[in-house]
C-alpha cells in the first residue's frame, strides 16, 4: 500500500510539479521507502536562494503514519535542529492525517522556513531566542549568514 | 488494478482536449489511498474514504483524516452512488483516454501541417470520436443497455450467486456489473447494488413471510436457487462485522486463544497480537461493505502480506514496523535489540582508554591542535588516510597502529549521546572558516571513520541512518 501510494505521488510529481520542490526522488533504486528531496527556500525570506536537501524515510504503513522528514543541509530555524536537521512541525507528529501527501508535507516545510517558526518550542535556542528577544535584524542575519554558508552553491 | 506499471493517472488527460476531465478524475480519488474509490464510505463527518483505508486509519487515530474530528467505524456508511459513478467512470475511462489521446495526436499533427489539412482533419477527428465511442460501446458495453433497460434479471440473480460463493469478480460477462444495479430477486420490485442486495434479502424476506409465498417466487426460477443461500448465508453469518476487542482488558493468553478461534495467526507478542487483530477487523468490516466480497482466504492472503511488509516478519524491523518511526521509537527497544554491537564499542572504549593511560588528554590536545597544524602535518604522515587520524599520529610520533586507537574512541563517543560532544562543537568552529566547501559534501560522504573530521551537524544523523535501516 505504501509503495504504491509513492509510486503515485511520484508519478503526479513528476507530471505536474511543485514550485516549492526542486528535485523528489528515491535515494536509492532498490529502496522506495527512503527518498531525497531538494527544497527551495522560501522566495523573499532570508532563505531565499537557499537549496536544502532533505531526507523523507516513509514508514511501511504509510500512509497511517507520517514521513520522517530531517534537514540535511544544516538549516538554521527555531524550529529545526541544527545538528540532526529534525523537524519540529505538529503535520510531521500529531496532527498528520493520511489525506496528506510527500509534496504537501514538503510544501507545509517550506511554509514553515518563510513563516519564520515558532519560537516558543524551539530546536534551534540561538536563533530562538534571538527572536524571543526581539532582534529580528539579528536573527533574519543569521539564517541569511547559514543559508549562504550552507545551502547556497548548488 | 494490480499492474503497477500502468497505473491510471490524473495527469493522463493534462495534455488532451479534455484535460477538465483530470479534475473529474480526481474528485473520484480517495484521499488516503489517491485511487479511485474502493467501496467509498462516508463518515459522520460527511467525508468519504475507501473502506479499508477510512477503517485503518481511524483505527490508528479515531478520526477523519480530511477535518480531524473524532469518529468511529461503526458509524460508517456505504456510499452506493459515488461506487456507482466511480465504476462507471472506469468502464467509459479506457474509451474516453483514447479519443482524448486521438484528438490531441490529431493535432498536433495538424499544427504541424497546413490549414486546410487541418480542418479535413478535424472533420475526420470527429468521425473518429463517433466511431470510438460506437466501438467501446459495442465491445464493452453492448449488453449494458440490456442491463439498463431491466431485462436482465436472470443475469443479475447469477452474479449474486458469483458473490455468495465467495468468486472473484469477473467483469467481461457480468453485465450488471457495469450497469450496477440488480433488482430484488424476491420480487419487491426495488433496484439495487448488488451487494445491498444481500442485507435487503433479510428485511424484504421478513416483509415476505406475511405476504404469501408463491408470489415471492414468481420473478424467477432461479429465485429458488437464490433464496437457500441467502438462508444460509444469515445462519453462519460470515458478512457480520466484526469489532475491536477491548485489547487493553485482554491478556496475552487471552488475546492469542481470540486469535486462534479467529483462525488468524497468534504468535508474535501482545502488541503484534493486537496489531494484527485490528488489520484483520480493518480487512474483514471493509470486505463486509464491499460489493464483491472475498473468501475468507483470500483476505487471509492479505493478511500475509500485510505481515510480510509491517506485520511481525516485515524486513529490517523486529518486531513492530511502527519503530522505525521516530515518534514511538522504542528506546528499550533499540537498545536490546542493538546490546551486543553497545556493548562491543564499550568494551572497545574501554580497553583503549583503560590501557594507555594519558590517552584522554591527548586526543583532547590533538582536536585542538589537528585545526592548527593539520595541513602541515599531514603531508609528513603520507599514510594516506583520513587528515584528522593521520595528523594525531604524526603528533604522536608512532606508527598507523597508534593513529586508529587514539581514533577509536573518539567515535565511540560520537556514537553515544553525551557531554563528550562538546568536544566536537570547538572542532568545528575553529574549522567552520576554512571548510565551508567541505562541510556540503559531508551529505554525500560516507564512513562513520570519517565523521569526526565533518561537522557535528552530520553525525547524528548518519549514525540513525546507518544503524536503522541496514546501510546505504
Redesign the interface.
Known sequence: MAAKRLIKELDAYHSDPSPAVAILQPADDGDLLHLTAVLLGPQETAYEGGTFTLTLAVPPNYPAAPPDIRFRTPCCHPNVNFKTGEICLDLLKGSWTPAYGLISTLEAVQQLLSAGGNPDSPYNLDVARLMREGDLVGAEALVRFYTRLYAWGR | MDG?FD?P???DW?NTPLNLLSTLENALHC?????FYDTPMTTSCCHTFCSK?IR??LS?DG?C??C?TADQASKLRNNWALQEVVLAFLAARPAALGVARKERDALEEAKRGTKSGKRKRAVLDSDDVAQMEVEGRSTRRKSQRIAASHGSQPEAIDEVDDSDAGSTFEPEHEEPIDDGLVECPLGCGKRMKIEAVEPHLDRCEDERKQASRSQSRTPLSNGLHRLPNTNNSSTTKPQDRISEFNYSLLNETKLRKKLEEASIPAWGPKQLLIKRHTEWVNLWNANCDSSRPRSKRELLQELDTWER??GGR?PG?NGL??S????DFDGVGWANKNRGDFAKLIDQAKRKHGSPGTEGEGTGKNVDEAGQDGTTVKSLEGAGDIPPPSGQSARAGEENVEATDLFAPRRDESMTPSGEQHHDPHNNHTRRPSL?ID??PA?AGSPPRKVPMF???E???RD??AD??GG?
Open positions: 503497477a497505473i493517472d490524473s495527469t493534462l484521499q488516503i489511498c489517491k485511487e483505508c485503518t486509519s490508528t478520526k483524516p480530511a480531524r511488509t509491517q516485515a524491523v514496523a511502527s522505525v518511526m521516530r515518534k565551508p562541510v556540503t551529505v561537522r557535528l551537524p553525525v547524528p544523523v540513525v541512518d536503522g535501516h546505504h
